[in-house]
């Protein structure tokens, strides 16, 4: 008993930090919002108006017309990646992760670049404006940032499907039909419904998007929390509505965590549902060519965006965007130089980074140890998910700056809602590989006399360093694109990167936000390299 309360006590530091910076200012922030707008009452008023409806109606019809496009497009090119080996398909599922590193103001300004007025497709192509603004412009940034996810859950149920119970369907005289149907379709539909929640989830909680390309017309509930609280100075009219939005979106998000539990591998290596790809099939051939529409599209987005980086700029030539950017008018602008705004993102995800990393390190260990702590330390990580980076950075500022000493205090919210944010990707990309591990190694450290959590560091964690340093590295990179919890939290001294951008593309500043974008691009992609460096992957 003392043995099995000491590996519990692991759960202890990440229990306590998920507890102090978000379950408790959470709790805080809606206890006195529903005090101030004078209890439950207060509630059904603020729900009754027309444009709280409105933003509500708007989450559900981006979300879900998000996620029916992205599994629709998503599961053929999921299947052509998970279940066949092709040169080259390693490096294709770490491509895949690009968009999703990257803050949603880069694919915002590719899809106007491209879509939007004088855009490069639009100007050739008048009807193409259709997608530059409004609710289409919003679910193609929506499908540019979550269509990738889709991909790569649906191919992780193909690897996670029985590949001898598929062979013996067709010994005993099963069509390829019947082996779809009742053995490795299954675990890609879990995976593909699993996007579809994930990328739900993501496209109802957008920000940036409405904001930028439609307006207050367009505004999800994120959107009309930051409205209610900053623009119209309502903070208990934001609380309480973001208690009715957790409330909403609860199902979908244990809808989620339960299917994405489903796609763990059960031992050995992932790619055992992988085969080599055949020869001179038609279907397999329209599954690659879907897969290569999808990926172009995606390219395409961001291609503009880096075209627009170099493109000429006013009478001067191309890439004079780049030294504009750097130039004191922008840094008076901004009332930051982009420099100090770098240094800020870079700082920041940092010191994010390395706090996931030190708090997944124990936690892996003890949700390794059964399946209902995996379920509830699953539940509790994905809790600053639900509430959304608005409603956690609200919180936050709500309790916690007070306390630390007001606005000297925000660069440590920064770090904390940024690692916060962090925690269930890094968690999630360090315990799939160790739980492939066989036992065999710790086990005999066990008999040795090690202490099991001892037996898990000379034993397991090794094996899976590659794991473990592409947590860390995934978590820097959300930190490096993370825009919204930190929009709500910074002053001028302490603005990073992707707000910097925001208020240059807010500004109408396009050719100086394409400069910015294209760095914080290249930055992604120079993470990308090193999630890839090695042969390591983030495993979703």
Same mark, same amino acid.
């Given at each position: 008993m003392?043995?099995s309360?000491?590996?519990?006590?692991?759960?202890?530091?990440?229990l306590?930090f998920?507890t102090?910076?978000?379950l408790?200012p959470v709790?805080?922030?809606?206890?006195t919002?529903l005090?101030?707008?004078?209890?439950?009452?207060g509630?059904?008023a603020l729900?009754?108006?027309?444009?709280?409806?409105?933003?509500?109606?708007?989450?559900l019809?981006?979300?879900g017309?998000?996620?029916?496009?992205a599994?629709?497009?998503?599961?053929?090119?999921?299947?052509?990646v998970?279940?066949y080996?092709?040169?080259?398909?390693?490096?294709?599922?770490s491509?895949?992760?690009?968009?999703f590193l990257l803050?949603s103001?880069?694919?915002?300004l590719?899809?106007?670049?491209?879509?939007?007025?004088?855009?490069?497709l639009?100007?050739?192509?008048?009807e193409?404006?259709?997608?530059?603004?409004?609710v289409p412009?919003?679910?193609?940034?929506n499908?540019v940032?979550?269509?990738?996810?889709v991909?790569?859950?649906?191919?992780t149920?193909?690897?996670?499907a029985?590949?001898?119970?598929?062979?013996?369907?067709?010994?005993?005289?099963?069509?390829?039909?019947r082996?779809?149907?009742?053995?490795?379709g299954r675990?890609?539909?879990?995976?593909?419904a699993?996007?579809?929640?994930?990328?739900?989830?993501?496209?109802a909680?957008?920000?940036?998007?409405?904001i930028l390309?439609?307006?207050?017309?367009?505004?999800?509930?994120e959107?009309?929390?930051?409205?209610?609280?900053?623009?119209l100075?309502?903070p208990s $009219?934001? *609380?309480v509505l973001? %208690?009715?939005?957790?409330v !909403?979106?609860?199902a &979908?998000?244990?809808?989620?965590l339960? =299917? #994405?539990?489903?796609?763990?591998?059960s031992g050995?290596?992932?790619?055992?549902?992988?085969?080599?790809l055949?020869?001179r099939?038609?279907?397999?051939g329209?599954?690659?060519?879907?897969?290569?529409v999808?990926?172009?599209g995606v390219?395409?987005?961001?291609?503009?965006?880096l075209?627009r980086?170099?493109?000429?700029y006013?009478h001067?030539?191309a890439?004079?965007?780049?030294?504009?950017?750097?130039a004191?008018?922008t840094a008076?602008?901004?009332?930051?130089?982009?420099p100090?705004?770098?240094?800020?993102?870079?700082?920041?995800?940092v010191?994010?980074?390395?706090?996931?990393?030190l708090?997944v390190v124990?936690?892996?260990?003890?949700a390794?140890?059964?399946?209902?702590a $995996?379920t *509830?330390?699953g539940? %509790?990580?994905f809790?600053? !998910?639900?509430v959304? &980076?608005?409603?956690l950075?609200?919180? =936050? #500022?709500?309790?916690w700056r007070p306390?630390?000493?007001?606005?000297?205090?925000?660069w440590a919210?920064v770090?904390?809602?940024?690692?916060?944010?962090?925690?269930?990707?890094?968690?999630?990309?360090?315990?799939?590989?160790?739980?492939?591990?066989?036992?065999?190694?710790r086990?005999?450290a066990q008999t040795?006399?090690?202490?099991?959590f001892?037996?898990?560091?000379d034993a397991?964690?090794?094996?899976a360093?590659?794991?473990?340093?592409?947590?860390?590295?995934?978590a820097?990179?959300?930190?490096?694109?993370?825009f919204t919890?930190t929009f709500?939290l910074?002053?001028?001294?302490?603005?990073t990167?992707?707000v910097?951008?925001?208020?240059?593309?807010?500004s109408?500043?396009l050719?100086l936000a394409d400069a910015?974008?294209g760095?914080?691009? !290249?930055?992604?992609l120079?993470?990308?390299?090193?999630?890839?460096?090695?042969?390591r992957?983030?495993e979703?």
């Open positions: 003392r043995r309360a000491g590996e519990w006590a692991l759960f202890a530091p990440i306590a998920v102090l910076f978000a408790l709790a805080f922030l809606f206890a919002s005090s101030g707008a004078g209890g439950w009452g509630l059904g729900l009754a108006d027309p444009l709280n409806r409105q933003a509500v109606g708007n989450s019809l981006q979300g017309l998000s996620a029916g496009l599994v629709a497009l998503g599961y053929p090119a999921g299947v052509f998970g279940r080996l092709w040169p080259g398909r390693s490096v294709v599922r491509v895949l992760l690009v968009p803050p103001l880069v694919v915002v590719g899809v106007e670049d491209l879509f939007g007025t004088a855009g490069l639009s100007g050739r192509i008048p193409a404006s259709f997608f530059g603004s409004g412009g919003i679910v193609l940034v499908l940032f979550n269509l990738p996810l991909v790569l859950l649906t191919a149920g193909c690897e996670v029985s590949r001898d119970l598929e062979e013996t369907v067709a010994t005993l005289g099963g069509s390829p039909a082996a779809y149907r009742d053995t490795w675990p890609t539909w879990v995976g593909a699993a996007g579809g929640f994930l990328t739900f989830l993501f496209s909680l957008s920000f940036a998007p409405p390309l439609c307006g207050a017309r367009c505004y999800t509930v959107a009309r929390i930051w409205s209610l609280d900053t623009v100075l309502d $009219g934001a *609380g973001a %208690l009715a939005m957790v !909403l979106f609860v &979908p998000s244990l809808a989620y339960l =299917l #994405a539990r489903r796609l763990r591998p050995g290596r992932r790619e055992s549902g992988a085969r080599p055949p020869r099939s038609l279907g397999v329209l599954l690659a060519a879907e897969t290569v999808v990926l172009g390219a395409l987005v961001l291609g503009a965006v075209y980086t170099v493109a000429p006013g001067q030539g890439g004079a965007a780049w030294g504009t950017l750097f004191p008018s008076a602008r901004l009332g930051i130089g982009i100090g705004a770098l240094a800020n993102t870079l700082l920041f995800a010191a994010a980074a390395g706090i996931a990393v708090l124990p936690a892996a260990f003890s390794l140890r059964g399946a209902r $995996g *509830g330390l539940l %509790l990580l809790a600053p !998910l639900l959304s &980076p608005v409603v950075a609200f919180a =936050l #500022a709500t309790f306390l630390l000493g007001g606005e000297s205090a925000v919210l770090i904390v809602s940024q690692a916060m944010l962090a925690l269930p990707f890094a968690l999630q990309t360090l315990t799939i590989p160790l739980s492939g591990l066989s036992p065999e190694a086990e005999s040795l006399g090690a202490p099991r001892a037996a898990f560091l397991d964690l090794p094996r360093r590659q794991g473990l340093l592409t947590a860390g590295l995934l820097f990179a959300l930190g490096l694109g993370e919890a709500f910074v002053t001028p001294r302490y603005t990167l992707p910097a951008l925001y208020g240059l593309v807010n109408r500043q050719p910015a974008a760095l914080l691009l !290249l930055l992604s120079a993470v990308f390299l090193g999630l890839s460096f090695g042969g992957r983030v979703l």
